[in-house]
């Protein structure tokens, strides 16, 4: 029987009681037990048990739900503080990135309120919509690219067994091809700074093998075989320190549990799409490298959009920011003028307090000569205090204002640049 899908099901009869396993690798065997023959003529009778309904992913689920509500629908928004719950936002983007949205749309996220979030099934857009085209990959390679050729002797690297490796080498050759004739820029990847052991930094979860680059943005992308570990990762824990050095274990050890179906992941930048292809039984990897050029070209345009959206953004935040720097140094200029009007009133006020003074202090004591030499130096006091004895003037604006004087009248805007952050 090829694949793992009846030792999976052997494994559960076998935590029910129903079936005994021995033995492993290609000969191991199964045999029902007494409760397995007891069941099995159960299902047989008139009794018999109801069989179990499939699981249903919540993901599908949300997507019908939505469809049958005419394409839009009403959820709960979760809050980021908030213990339990469903995040509907992300669950709408696992079900993009599982490919449970139908062809040509998406699924768009907005909120509404802030208990209520809106999701709707929208057309995907136009400049999204790119075009698969094959990809054929070789039955045989007389000659390897640069780039595989560099892959295949980075031994360290690999992540596929060696049964495996040469067709990997042709679906990696297949890759390379296709994309350089589509103007995209193939490298290696980096291997980043040197760590423990004496290995490089790099690890195919999160380095990938190969970096393209296609349209100004890059993705590195990882080849590996599903049942393998971490490369980096599994000689790091299995090294063994021999002779002075450490020495990683035979690559016997590494491909124990080896399945024979290869995967390519994307695995640096972020989309809510698939970014992960696998031989399966309904199609092989090699059928889904038209997918993964696509997904390159899709991400492209989406880095653009974004590039675009931001300087969009920056742009309008430094139009704001100048606009309310204008109305901060209106308000500061008004505010002075009020305080010196404030302080002008007030002087005149002390101004004319003293000279009623001075006018009651006569009528009482006028013909006193030290009251006459006080109420005297009391006008003349008077006199300076006040300032109308000019005429008033509105105070000039000062030639610089200190940004820090700013402060009070920006509600929140920085007055040293549309970046920083409030004070």
Known sequence: MEDYAHRVSAAALRRRGFVETSGRGPTWKAKATDSGQAYLKRTESPEAPVARQPNRSVTQELVDEIVASGGSRLYPRKRYYEQGGVDYTR???????????????????????????????????????????????????????????????????????????????????????????????????????????????????????????ADGCSTAIRLSEEGLPSRAHWEQRNSRYVGGRWLPPPMSEYEAKATGRLELALVSGFSSRSSSWADRKSWSLDEKLPEVLAELEIRAIEQHQREDEAKRRAAERQRQWEQAMEEAKTRYLENRRREVLLAQAQRWREAEAIRSYCDKAQALHGGDDGTREWIAWARRHADHLDPLQEPPRSPPPPDSIDPSELRPYLEGWSAYGPERQGW
């Not at 004739?181 to 291997?191: H, K, L, S, T, W």
Request: proline content about 7%; cysteine-free.
């Open 91 to 213: 669950r709408a983007e696992l079900a993009e990135a599982y490919g449970k949205v139908p062809d040509g749309k998406r699924l768009q996220v907005t909120r509404v309120s802030d208990d209520e979030l809106q999701i709707e099934l929208v057309d995907l857009p136009d400049e999204l919509k790119v075009p698969l085209h094959e990809v054929p990959v070789p039955a045989k390679v007389s000659r390897y690219h640069t780039i595989v050729a560099r892959f295949r002797r980075a031994t360290h690297r690999l992540e596929v067994s060696r049964a495996s490796l040469p067709r990997a080498s042709r679906v990696l050759q297949a890759l390379v091809v296709d994309a350089e004739q589509r103007g995209y820029r193939v490298e290696m990847a980096p291997d980043g700074d040197r760590k423990r052991y004496g290995h490089a930094g790099w690890s195919g979860p999160k380095d990938g093998h190969i970096v393209i680059t």
